[in-house]
């Protein structure tokens, strides 16, 4: 795990073996956080697990859950999240009829509540709301699948929301996911991002523990207004 304030990273499971998922909770335990996608085969094209699984997950993983939905109506299954016990739970702002209502039903539970924006969902709709929010989660690639490329035209996104999050005195957490790895990672710390989402960059390593430590030396490198080369 990290050290205060050091670039969170943050491994999906998406990625995992789903039969030995145990072992790769324990693979990963110098991590941050074991990244939870939640899919309904509705909001995104893609299937993954519901609550009794994450529930499991949170009984045996060594490290803190945050808990991605991407799911319809987060309005009415969001909260049951936060009752499992996930230590973040991030619903879709494209899915929620009354976002900051859920967002304040969630911390009333004791989780931490994020928004994830699709890569076509303007920053600025959130700026008035950054208060509300622990955590805003800008897509660099379309929600439903990993192993996608990174976008790099979602920086000046991230560069904006930053930007607005320092004016207005925020700390809420900026995080990343999709084609997080060595190479992308430099380019959404310079943006500022500070916790991020990898899978196959993680699974996919010969070792886990080394990986996890190069991403997280990488961002803390070139974190924003941090970086070496300035950017």
Known sequence: MSLPNAPRI????????FVNMQRDLERISGADFVHVDVM????????TFGPQMVERIQ???PI???????????DRWAPGYAEIGAASVTFHLEAA???????RRIRDIGSRVGVAIKPDSPAEQLFEHLDEFDQILVMTVEPGFGGQSFRDDMMPKLRALKSEAARRGSQVWLQVDGGIAPGTIEQAAAAGADTFVAGSAVFGAADIDARIGELRALASQHAHGTDSLGQ
């Open 97 to 103: 009829a009354d976002p900051i209502a859920l967002a």
């Open 40 to 47: 309904d085969n509705h909001f995104v094209p893609n299937l």
């Open 59 to 61: 009984a045996t993983s």
């Open 10 to 17: 943050n491994p999906s499971i998406l990625s995992a073996d």
């Open 64 to 74: 803190p859950l945050d808990v991605h939905l991407m799911i319809s109506d987060a």
